[in-house]
């Protein structure tokens, strides 16, 4: 029987850590959060009163096994003058689906046999009014996912408008786990939005499988500037009841001099560098390598495949 893992996420992250760990012998089950309400999954939200679709497309389409192509259309963009505009062809399946069933996880199981996917993709909540809210360093309160990430402020609270109940089957996963993983994407609105919820944390606490972080490449303007390793680790315990997070990969890849300036002057990111002496102290288990490469598009990227390999290793070995 495969072992069991759990991976807490949303947005391009998740998708790229997927995308290489499908194709190892484990069991997935991939929990994506529901409360973006930018660009075309926000349209939809509004208009259909549905859960956010846009991070479970992603992750559904990384974890397809179908030809390129397929995938493509997947995410595919209208670009038109008619309210078609901006949406992407998986968005509209999804929310089509979701009219007809009227279970946002029916119509990701639906979507899935259709793509070819053979791991469990589930939505934190099927609630359609999930809220993210954010409390900044100034006092001032930030309301919606998108104006979050789109303020540039740092945030001493995470929190949701009101408490989401959790999809049952979440928490079952959890229970059931061999490995927990928060994967690399934003904190504050991919990672936090998970471990906010109050059943999920209760969950954490009693489940006997160890907590892993894979930590972000780059740091995110205005909320996580001159992070660390070990601060990005000391986020996520603060969010955390008793259980906390026991190893973290990250990579030490020297990234180029160009690259950075890139990144500096384009994104107003920096790199994320490890504070070994830190992490120590905190007793969490490093586990470092060249992890990163230049994709296609000229960005910094994790080697999903590498990055898989080394958390398989780790699973094996527990």
Not at 130 to 158: P, V
Not at 180 to 206: D, H, Q, R
Request: glycine share 6%; hydrophobic share 40%.
């Amino acid at each position: 029987m495969y072992k069991k893992i759990v991976v807490f996420g949303g947005g391009t992250g998740i998708s790229y850590l997927l995308k290489g760990l499908k194709d190892f012998p484990v069991d997935i089950t991939a929990v994506i959060t529901v409360s973006d309400n930018g660009r075309s999954t926000g349209k939809l939200r509004k208009e259909f009163h549905t859960p956010a679709v846009g991070d479970i497309r992603k992750v559904i389409t990384h974890l397809s096994q179908i030809d390129e192509p397929i995938k493509d259309m997947m995410s595919y963009r209208f670009k038109t003058s008619s309210d078609l505009d901006g949406h992407a062809v998986g968005n509209l399946m999804l929310t089509a689906l979701l009219d007809i069933t009227g279970s946002l996880k029916d119509s990701i199981a639906a979507l899935s046999k259709i793509l070819d996917v053979r791991h469990t993709v589930l939505p934190i909540s099927e609630e359609a009014n999930l809220t993210l809210m954010g409390l900044d360093t100034n006092g001032n309160i930030i309301e919606g996912e998108e104006q979050i990430t789109m303020a540039h402020r740092k945030f001493e609270k995470i929190f949701y408008k009101k408490e989401p109940k959790v999809l049952p089957e979440v928490l079952t996963a959890i229970k059931k786990a061999d490995l927990i993983i928060f994967s690399m994407g934003s904190l504050y609105t991919s990672v936090l939005p998970n471990i906010i919820c109050k059943e999920v944390k209760e969950a954490l606490n009693s489940a006997k499988a160890p907590i892993m972080y894979l930590s972000n490449i780059m740091t995110q303007p205005g909320e996580t500037d001159g992070f660390s390793v070990g601060d990005h680790v000391k986020l996520i315990d603060k969010y955390l009841d008793d259980k906390k997070v026991n190893v973290v990969i990250a990579s030490n890849t020297k990234i180029s001099e160009k690259m950075a300036k890139k990144y500096e002057s384009e994104e107003q990111k920096d790199p994320v560098l490890i504070d070994y002496e830190e992490l120590e102290k905190m007793n969490v288990e490093l586990i470092e390598d060249d992890l990163i490469i230049i994709d296609h598009d000229n960005t910094l990227k994790h080697n999903s495949l590498k990055l898989s390999s080394l958390i398989f290793s780790y699973l094996m070995r527990k």
